[in-house]
């Protein structure tokens, strides 16, 4: 079977004949403006289907034509070689102005929109955005890793149920969370479980540990450390921003979230807080004290930071750098 262009072989004459029918001109007249479906062409032409298709079995047996398979919808387009070949490109002259005397030619625009008509009506159904962590955020969240540098090995100290290793699992190549509390670490391994993370390591500890810090410098320090809502509850906060601050390797950084100073003394009895939030000045003096530097502290609306018994309240994020 001779599968050469008929355009490039010897047998060019048969182009003529090929090209001398008014729909095979319109066709190739359309599939150069526009990748378009058997189904698309034939509404543009107010032909039927199974005509449209032998025409076109007869563009693409001369390789003028290409096609692309998508689920059952077959696309055709103008092969791009042979735009410039003059018996082509007179076809296509003819053709355009046939499809433009019979109006198909502007409709393309509005063939092509509606293909995604499905998906607005999808979309454009009302209702309230959902407030939980949408069930894709590791898809997003591993699309964003390669843009941080350094992404070995993060810490997520006091772990709780892990709400937050779904933010870290997918950006860091290795995560060693640990927490206090066995039954927080059982939630956190189910949840991690069920999202197929196997790159996070669970440990029971306490902050200031020595086997906590022989364990995370034997790695040569974290790149990360991060404190979600822990340092509210320790006794000394700063002596706890400088546990946190010996976990990281050089260059790294230390991440503490927490609360706005605020006066909401609910929080001593539903969370055991010992601290009712921080003023910024006093986080970026922890840090500094802890040998940390560029310490930025920026605060975090409460529209923000959920529905939880702590919801109501301005959060805010202190960052800073271990000197490299």
């Known amino acids: 079977m001779d599968v050469t262009p008929l355009a490039t072989t010897e047998r060019r004459w048969e182009l003529y004949r090929l090209l001398g029918e008014p729909v ?41 034509l290409a096609e692309r ?22 076809a296509l002259a003819a053709g355009r102005v046939l499809c433009e005397a019979d109006g198909s030619l502007p ?50 100290v006091g772990t709780g149920d892990g709400a937050f290793l779904e933010v870290l699992a997918p950006i860091f190549e290795h995560v060693l969370a640990f927490d206090r509390s066995e039954a927080q670490l059982a939630r956190a391994g189910a949840r991690l479980a069920r999202r197929g993370y196997v790159n996070v390591e669970l440990a029971l500890a306490e902050l200031g540990d020595a086997h906590l810090r022989e364990r995370v410098m034997s790695r040569g320090g974290a790149d990360a450390v991060f404190a979600s809502r822990v340092l509210h509850h320790a006794s000394r906060p700063g002596a706890a921003l ?11 950084a230390v991440v503490v979230v927490d609360y ?9 009895e539903q969370q055991a807080d010992a601290w009712l939030g921080f003023a910024p000045k006093e986080l970026t003096g922890y840090a500094r004290r802890a040998g940390l530097e ?20 301005d959060w805010q994020v202190l960052a800073a750098r271990r000197a490299a």
């Open 24 to 64: 095979r001109l319109r066709l190739l007249a359309l599939a150069a403006e526009e990748e378009l479906a058997i189904g698309e062409l034939a509404e543009l032409l107010a032909e039927s289907q199974p005509n449209v298709s032998r025409h076109l079995k007869a563009l693409r047996g001369a390789q003028l």
């Open 69 to 90: 398979k998508e689920g059952t919808r077959v696309f055709v387009h103008l092969d791009e070689r042979f735009t410039a070949d003059p018996v082509v490109a007179d």
């Open 107 to 156: 409709r393309v625009a509005d063939v092509v929109a509606a293909r995604e008509a499905p998906a607005r009506a999808f979309f454009d159904v009302p209702g309230e955005a959902p407030e939980a962590w949408p069930s894709e955020l590791g898809a997003y969240l591993s699309a964003l890793a390669p843009l941080i540098p350094r992404r070995g090995l993060a810490v997520d």
């Open 242 to 252: 400088s546990e946190l601050a010996h976990l990281v390797a050089p260059g790294g």
């Open 260 to 268: 706005v100073a605020h006066e909401d003394e609910r929080l001593r």
């Open 294 to 313: 560029g310490a930025v502290v920026s605060r975090v609306p409460s529209a923000r930071c959920g529905d939880g018994p702590d919801g109501h309240l």
